[in-house]
C-alpha cells in the first residue's frame, strides 16, 4: 500500500468511511466537507488505463480508487487525471475538513474480538457469570478497557488476544509514536537494572479499513518489535488447547503448588505439547467458559522464553523484559516503552508496510511459557490511548 501523503477521513463513526457519495457523471461531487481522522473512500465512476490522484499537487496514488484522510483541519485541493488514450480526463475538487462536532475520545472507545487462549485469570478478568454468552463477555471486556475506565483483562496463554478500536482513525505521523496501551508488568527489586520482573509481552498486530465497512476484515500487518527479527523468533507459529479431560488422571506436584498439572493439554505445530496446570491460587475453571468448541488454535509470531528460576528450584521467576514494541513488557510509568509507532507495521515475510492510518488494533499474548507456581504467561491490558489526541478532561500532553 502506498504511503499517503495528506493523512485520512471520512463521515462515519467507528473507522466507517462515507459510502454515500452522490454520483455525478465522474461518480465524485465537486465539494465535500468531512471531519478530520475519518475516511473519505473515492470511486470514480468512469474507467482509464491509468490514474493519478493529486492532493495540493502532490501525487499520492495511482490507484483507481482513493481514500482520502487528514489529520489537520483545512481546505484541501484534490485531482484526478484519468490517463486514457481514447477519453482523459482531469477533474479538480475540494474537500473541506472541519473539526468533528463531538470531540474524539483518545481512548478505546469499541472492543470488536475477544478470544483469550487458556490461562488461570480466565473467567475472572473479565468474571464470567452462569449464563454468559460470547456477546455479553465482549461487553464485559469493552466496559473493562474502554475510556479510562483501567479494568485489566487477561488474554490468557500463548495466542489469546483482543481487537479493539477507537472514534477515529489513529494516524500514521512520520517520526512520532501514535498509540500507547496499558499493562500491569513491574520490575523485581533484586536486580531492577536487568528489567525483570513480571513481564509477559504482547505482541502488537493493526490494520487499516481499506473496505470502509467498519469490521476488522482486512489484512493484519504485525508491528515489528525489537525481536521480530531476532533467530529464536518463530514465525507462522500455531498451537492448539484442549478442554480439559474430565477423565484425565488428577496429579498434584510434589511442593503441592499445582493441585492439576495435567489439567489442560496442548501440542503445536512444530511437534511439541505440553499442559497447563492448574495452581492452588486460582480454583476457577482456567478454559473459557462462554466457549462451546472443545479446541482454541492460535496462530502468530512466537517470541522465545523470557523467564529465569533464579533460585534454582523453582520458587522465584523473573521474567525479563524486551527492549521494546510490545504490551505488558514494562512497567506503565515508562510513557516510550509502552508507545507504538504505525510505521513499525510488517506483513508476512516481513516487509515494511506503510499505512495511513490504522482503525484497529490487535493485541495477543507472545510467548509459550509455564512457570511453575506463576503459572503460564498471559499478556493482560487494561488501556490504549492515540497519542495525537489530547485528553480534553486534563489538557495535558498525552505522554507524562
Given at each position: 500500500?502506498k504511503k499517503?501523503?495528506s493523512?485520512i477521513?471520512?463521515v462515519?463513526?467507528?473507522?466507517g468511511?462515507?459510502?454515500?457519495i452522490?454520483?455525478?457523471?465522474?461518480?465524485?461531487?465537486?465539494?465535500?466537507?468531512i471531519?478530520?481522522?475519518?475516511?473519505l473512500?473515492?470511486?470514480?465512476a468512469?474507467?482509464?488505463?491509468?490514474?493519478?490522484?493529486y492532493v495540493?499537487?502532490?501525487?499520492?496514488?495511482?490507484?483507481k480508487?482513493?481514500i482520502?484522510?487528514?489529520?489537520?483541519e483545512?481546505?484541501?485541493?484534490?485531482?484526478?487525471?484519468i490517463i486514457?488514450?481514447a477519453t482523459?480526463?482531469d477533474?479538480?475538487?475540494?474537500?473541506h475538513?472541519?473539526?468533528?462536532?463531538?470531540?474524539?475520545?483518545?481512548?478505546?472507545?469499541?472492543v470488536?474480538?475477544y478470544?483469550?487462549?487458556?490461562?488461570?485469570?480466565?473467567?475472572e478478568?473479565?468474571?464470567?457469570?452462569?449464563g454468559?454468552?460470547?456477546e455479553?463477555?465482549?461487553?464485559?471486556?469493552?466496559?473493562?478497557?474502554?475510556?479510562?475506565?483501567?479494568?485489566?483483562i487477561t488474554?490468557?496463554?500463548y495466542g489469546g488476544?483482543v481487537?479493539?478500536?477507537?472514534?477515529h482513525?489513529?494516524i500514521n505521523v512520520?517520526g512520532?509514536?501514535?498509540?500507547?496501551?496499558?499493562?500491569?508488568c513491574?520490575?523485581?527489586?533484586?536486580q531492577p537494572?536487568?528489567?525483570?520482573?513480571?513481564?509477559?509481552?504482547?505482541?502488537?498486530?493493526?490494520s487499516?479499513d481499506e473496505?470502509?465497512?467498519?469490521?476488522p476484515?482486512?489484512?493484519?500487518?504485525?508491528?515489528?518489535?525489537?525481536e521480530?527479527y531476532?533467530?529464536?523468533?518463530?514465525?507462522?507459529?500455531?498451537?492448539?488447547y484442549?478442554?480439559?479431560?474430565?477423565?484425565r488422571?488428577i496429579?498434584?506436584?510434589e511442593?503441592?503448588s499445582?493441585?492439576?498439572?495435567?489439567?489442560?493439554?496442548?501440542?503445536?505445530n512444530?511437534?511439541?505439547f505440553g499442559y497447563?496446570?492448574?495452581?492452588?491460587?486460582?480454583?476457577?475453571?482456567?478454559?473459557?467458559?462462554?466457549?462451546t468448541?472443545?479446541?482454541?488454535?492460535?496462530?502468530?509470531?512466537?517470541?522465545?522464553?523470557?523467564?529465569?528460576?533464579?533460585?534454582?528450584?523453582?520458587?522465584?521467576?523473573?521474567?525479563?523484559?524486551?527492549?521494546?514494541?510490545?504490551?505488558d513488557n514494562?512497567?506503565?510509568?515508562y510513557?516510550?516503552?509502552?508507545?507504538?509507532?504505525?510505521s513499525w507495521a510488517?506483513?508476512e515475510?516481513?516487509?515494511?508496510?506503510?499505512?495511513?492510518?490504522i482503525?484497529?488494533?490487535?493485541?495477543?499474548?507472545?510467548?509459550?511459557?509455564?512457570?511453575?507456581?506463576l503459572?503460564?504467561?498471559?499478556?493482560?491490558?487494561?488501556r490504549?490511548?492515540?497519542?495525537?489526541i489530547?485528553?480534553?478532561?486534563t489538557?495535558?500532553?498525552n505522554i507524562?
Open positions: 500500500m499517503i501523503v493523512s477521513i471520512a462515519a463513526f467507528l473507522c468511511c462515507t459510502d454515500e452522490p454520483m455525478v457523471n465522474l461518480g465524485i461531487d465537486d465539494v465535500y466537507y471531519p478530520r481522522m475519518q475516511k473512500a473515492l470511486h470514480p468512469l474507467t482509464g488505463e491509468q490514474y493519478e490522484w495540493d499537487g502532490t501525487c499520492v496514488s495511482h490507484e480508487d482513493y482520502f484522510l487528514a489529520a489537520e483545512g481546505d484541501y485541493a484534490l485531482e484526478l487525471k486514457d488514450t482523459p480526463y477533474f479538480k475538487f475540494d474537500i475538513v472541519l473539526h468533528e462536532e463531538i470531540e474524539y475520545s483518545p481512548y478505546i472507545s469499541k470488536y474480538e478470544k483469550p487462549a487458556p490461562g488461570q485469570f480466565i473467567n478478568m473479565p468474571r464470567y457469570e452462569e454468559d454468552t460470547y455479553s463477555i465482549l461487553k464485559k471486556v469493552e466496559e473493562s478497557i474502554s475510556g479510562t475506565n483501567d479494568i485489566m488474554l490468557g496463554g488476544f481487537t479493539f478500536g477507537f472514534d482513525t489513529v512520520p512520532e509514536y501514535d498509540f500507547r496501551i496499558w499493562g500491569n513491574f520490575y523485581e527489586l533484586l537494572e536487568k528489567k525483570g520482573g513480571s513481564a509477559e509481552p504482547g505482541i502488537v498486530m493493526v487499516y473496505n470502509c465497512n467498519g469490521i476484515d482486512d489484512e493484519w500487518y504485525e508491528l515489528a518489535g525489537s521480530f531476532a533467530d529464536n523468533t518463530r514465525h507462522r507459529y500455531e498451537i492448539t484442549h478442554r480439559p479431560d474430565p477423565h488422571q496429579v498434584a506436584d511442593d503441592n499445582l493441585d492439576d498439572i495435567y489439567y489442560i493439554a496442548w501440542e503445536d512444530i511437534g511439541l497447563i496446570a492448574k495452581n492452588i491460587f486460582h480454583n476457577q475453571d482456567y478454559y473459557p467458559k462462554w466457549i468448541e472443545n479446541t482454541l488454535t492460535f496462530r502468530g509470531s512466537l517470541l522465545a522464553p523470557n523467564a529465569e528460576d533464579i533460585s534454582g528450584y523453582g520458587t522465584y521467576y523473573v521474567l525479563y523484559s524486551y527492549p521494546w514494541g510490545y504490551v514494562h512497567p506503565n510509568e510513557a516510550d516503552l509502552n508507545s507504538f509507532d504505525i510488517v506483513d515475510q516481513g516487509n515494511e508496510v506503510d499505512l495511513p492510518g482503525d484497529f488494533i490487535r493485541v495477543y499474548t507472545g510467548v509459550n511459557q509455564y512457570c511453575g507456581w503459572g503460564e504467561t498471559s499478556t493482560e491490558l487494561s490504549a490511548q492515540d497519542l495525537h489530547v485528553d480534553q478532561s489538557s495535558l500532553p507524562p
